[in-house]
Structures are given as structure tokens and as C-alpha cells.
């Protein structure tokens, strides 16, 4: 079936540091993928997706690329700050009606001032 | 806008007891989700369901059972808690088409003693 791998963590960056996260997929065709985050304490909440290849999703800050040449859906943020601190997961989008979406392990995001 | 709610957020059982957890979602959800979250392990399947009077298992079913006996309600029982069952527990909900995401609930912290 389809699955994600997404980089280890956690990762450290100073406020306003560049952030790249890592997420490739292996899946047979094109599926759609999204990115989640899950902030302390809370359940896991859609950042952005893309439904199709060379599609790119946004939002606060964030972007990333659906590439079907590199088969990854790397997620980026120019800037990132303290509050994005976070955990952030990587997932395809289900198939059929009878496959449930395979997220990766996360990455855990800290952001120091 | 409630989205996806799960009872209760907390709970410490002995080992031996048995519970159930309730997760109740108004978005008119065909597809409901179980999963468990422990360190380094990121998300884990246990249960799913594709409709109403249906339930399989995901990918750590043992020790678990499921219900879906109302569309907006789907139970998870723990028939004989173990200590290995100490974990966050997270419902999810989705409409199954391809490019939409999953709607999570915020979590119940299960620990069994």
C-alpha cells in the first residue's frame, strides 16, 4: 500500500531560522498528500495539502511541493517561529474507501528564541 | 463547530479493569478512525470503520474492541486493561474521498496502572 517516510527528528532551529522537513512517498500512481501538525497538549490538525503532482499547498507560512520526480512532499517555512513548535506529520491520502491513510512516525519541530 | 469529541480526556484504570471510550463526530463522517500515540512510535492504527454496523482492524488491534453501531459513534473497549495499553488515544474522522483529510478529536490519556 501507499506510506510516507518522513525525516527523523527532533529538529532545533533559532527563531526565524529556514525549516525543511523531509517526506517521501511510495505509492502506486499519484495519491493526494498532506502535511498535519499536532501542537502540545492537541489532536492533529490539517496544515496544507496537495491533491495532484507538481500541485503546491500553503498555508501560514508553510508550503510544500507535491514532486512526482523525486516521489516527495517536502514541507518548508521561510521563517519559522517559537510558536510553530510542534509536531508534524507526513501522510498520503486514502485510495479507496477500504484503505486507511498510513501517516509517518513525525517530526518534531522545536523553535528557541 | 464541535468536529470530532472524545470521552473522557483522562482516565487511570488497574490493571484488569475494563473501559470504553467514546468518540462522537457531526460532520456526517462515513469513515471513523482508533489510534494510539506513544513516544518515538508516531500514530498507530488500531481499529477502523468505512460505515455504519462496520468495523476492521487496523495495524495493533489486539487487546481492543470496536463498535459502530450509530454513524456519529464509535467506541473503543478495553475488555482487560493492560499496562502496555498506557498510551494517548486519538479518534479521527473523514469523509473517504481521496482528497480530503482526517478530522482528529484532541485525545484521551489513557494510563493503566
Known amino acids: 500500500g501507499d506510506s510516507v517516510t518522513q525525516m527523523e527528528g527532533p529538529v532545533t532551529l533559532s527563531e526565524e531560522a529556514f525549516l525543511t522537513i523531509n517526506c517521501t512517498y511510495t505509492?502506486?500512481?499519484?495519491?493526494?498528500l498532506f502535511w498535519y501538525v499536532q501542537y502540545p497538549g492537541e489532536g492533529l490538525q490539517l496544515l496544507l495539502k496537495a491533491t495532484k503532482a507538481d500541485d503546491k499547498g500553503s498555508n501560514k507560512g508553510f508550503e510544500a511541493t507535491y514532486r512526482k520526480e523525486t516521489t516527495s512532499f517536502h514541507l518548508e517555512k521561510g521563517s519559522v517561529q517559537v510558536s510553530d513548535s510542534a509536531v508534524y506529520f507526513c501522510?498520503?491520502?486514502?485510495?479507496?474507501?477500504?484503505?486507511?491513510?498510513?501517516f509517518g512516525k513525525g517530526t518534531r519541530l522545536s523553535v528557541i528564541a | 463547530n464541535a468536529g470530532v469529541t472524545q470521552t473522557p480526556k483522562f482516565r487511570v484504570l488497574k490493571t484488569g479493569q475494563s473501559m470504553t471510550l467514546l468518540c462522537a463526530q457531526d460532520m456526517n463522517h462515513e469513515y471513523m478512525y482508533w489510534y494510539r500515540q506513544d513516544p518515538g512510535m508516531g500514530l498507530r492504527l488500531i481499529h477502523y470503520?468505512?460505515?455504519?454496523?462496520?468495523?476492521a482492524k487496523g495495524e495493533v488491534p489486539d487487546g481492543y474492541n470496536v463498535s459502530r453501531l450509530k454513524k456519529q459513534n464509535f467506541l473503543l473497549g478495553l475488555e482487560s486493561a493492560a499496562p502496555s495499553q498506557t498510551s494517548v488515544y486519538f479518534c479521527a474522522s473523514s469523509s473517504g474521498v481521496s482528497n480530503q483529510p482526517q478530522h482528529f478529536g484532541d485525545g484521551t490519556r489513557l494510563s493503566i496502572l
Open positions: 470503520s468505512v460505515g455504519e454496523g462496520t468495523t
Open positions: 501522510a498520503p491520502g486514502a485510495r479507496s474507501g477500504n484503505t486507511p491513510l498510513v
Open positions: 505509492a502506486t500512481g499519484y495519491p493526494s
